[in-house]
């Protein structure tokens, strides 16, 4: 896992947030001044993770994913695709091409964390204090049965097995602690997942933190007609170009090719807690021509 930097609603707590999927800038030195909360902050969460692992409206979106994932999942083996959804090693996503089906079996690709999983135990940890990867290391490690199934996911994947697709994990987690991760999973309900077979993680090729490689791996196995995740690296790490700006980011994300993919075969899961956008500035977020002050 890679450390993160901290978003806007955890400053204001001064908590850090958790870690992502993909590579983002460095968490601040163990030594930086974090603002303390004040006692009405910290007689709650803060808001980010109110909203993703307690609220109803949550809930309701992630469930409503995971029924469009099941549905398309059932519908779009019905016809053999050509290709996979897993971009070819040479493609872009705005001149997308995909990696060829032939025979293979059918398979579905998701992240673990915030993705099938969320990660009750170490996010009240870190919404106290501040995110550590040591303890993070330790939580990969022994935190099986303090993470739940995200709504509808446990139903999302007998689904899916039951159309006969196998449910695959590609997560930043650490290959060195497999057992771990495949204890969690299973402890929150999802079955089977076996590293190298069925989950795949980082440590297992040179890639680092980007999961091209295990997912052209994947794809060299599976037909892999659906992908699923929280951050937009997993779907292609082109989208984690650090020379990208936030309005590239943006376009990117929201061009023709991408478009064409979004809840057909990716599927992008609701994160406000962390990710790359963190280091965006005022003016991505509310451009100049739109400012307005009151009288």
Known sequence: MRSLTLTAALLLAGCASAPAEVATAPAPPPDAALPAPTPAEAAKPPVALQYLYGSPE????????????ADYGVWRIKERPKDSVVLAPDATVEAPA?????????GAVFDADETLIWNLGPMRH????AYDPKIWDQW??????????MPGTVEMVTRLRAAGITVIANTNRSAANAKGSEDTLRAAGLGEFKHGETLFLMGDDAGGSSKDGRRATI????CVII???????DFSQQFNDKDLLAAQRMALATSAGATALWDKGWFLFPNPVYGPWEKLGWDDAFPSDKHWEPK
């Open 58 to 69: 949550a809930a309701v979106a992630v469930r409503a994913t995971n029924k469009r994932i």
């Open 126 to 129: 870190f919404a106290r204090s």
């Open 98 to 106: 995909f990696e060829p089906c032939g025979d293979k079996p059918f």
């Open 140 to 149: 990969e490690k022994t935190g099986a049965g303090k993470a739940v199934a």
């Open 227 to 233: 992908l699923g995740g929280d951050q937009l690296g």
């Open 219 to 222: 794809a060299s196995r599976y």
